[in-house]
């Protein structure tokens, strides 16, 4: 019976989490040649074997993950990925926009009410990692300071704020009051929970063929998976 409970959890918590996150993807996380391909956007995209496609989303996860350039190699293609700027998905009107984010060791393991709007800080506030005092302090910022609420953890009392269009941390929700002006306006989205985002280059040899292109890709949980609009081409790729 305790096993039979367990498992049951275990759906309702995929579940609950499906229902928090609509991002819809052009690639997804996998070994598999037929779940993966972490080149979509670019033009070399169908000239991938599986095994480069393989080769490809190892690097990826590597480099997202660890924050530093990746090189990989298959059977007919080579390439490196460069991760890029953070930032987090599903906090806005549409799901998919992404609001740049100060540093990736903020606290994201919560729904939260999205969207609530410009608010300022009452006295000079700390930021922390974490919706909690046992969370690093990671800066100050003045009293009178202008932010954007785009989170709130109801059950905590605790705010996601950007500063500068900038996620920065959590503020303890009594320092903040609604901007003057804004105090009758109707604010507040449904409840989600952030997504971290990242942006990315990729340089990538196929053949005779030198691609370079960026993109971004989110990572709910499940593994880092590109977002849409696929990745944009840039012009003159870069040797390598």
Sequence with gaps: ?????????????????????????VGGLGSSS???????????AAQLSG???????IAFGEAMNGGEPVQWRGNRAAGVVMP????????????????????????????????????????????????????AIVEVVPSGSGVDVVGRIDSKGWMLIAVSGEV???????????????ELELAGGPRRRPILCREFTQRLSAFSERHQWRGAAC??????????????????????
Excluded at 13 to 23: K, R, Y
Excluded at 102 to 107: S, Y
Excluded at 224 to 234: F, G, H, I, K, Q
Aim: hydrophobic share 40%; glycine share 10%; charged share 20%.
């Design 1 to 25: 019976m305790a096993g039979l409970l367990g498992r049951l959890g275990a759906i309702l918590f995929a579940v609950a989490l499906g229902a928090c996150s609509s991002l819809p993807s």
């Design 34 to 44: 037929g779940d993966v391909n972490y080149a979509s956007g670019s033009p070399a």
């Design 51 to 57: 095994r480069d496609r393989d080769a490809l989303a």
């Design 84 to 135: 890029g700027n953070y930032a987090l998905a599903n906090l806005m009107a549409d799901p998919n926009a992404r609001i740049p984010m100060a540093r990736p060791d903020i606290d994201l393991a919560h729904v939260m009410e999205t969207d609530l709007g410009p608010h300022v800080l009452t006295r000079n506030s700390n930021i922390r990692t974490g919706p909690g005092t046992e969370n």
């Design 168 to 182: 920065r941390g959590y503020v303890f929700e009594d320092l903040l009051v609604k901007a003057p002006g804004t």
């Design 219 to 240: 990572n709910d949980g499940a593994g880092w998976r590109l977002t849409a609009p696929e990745p944009v081409n840039l012009t003159d790729p870069v040797e390598f």
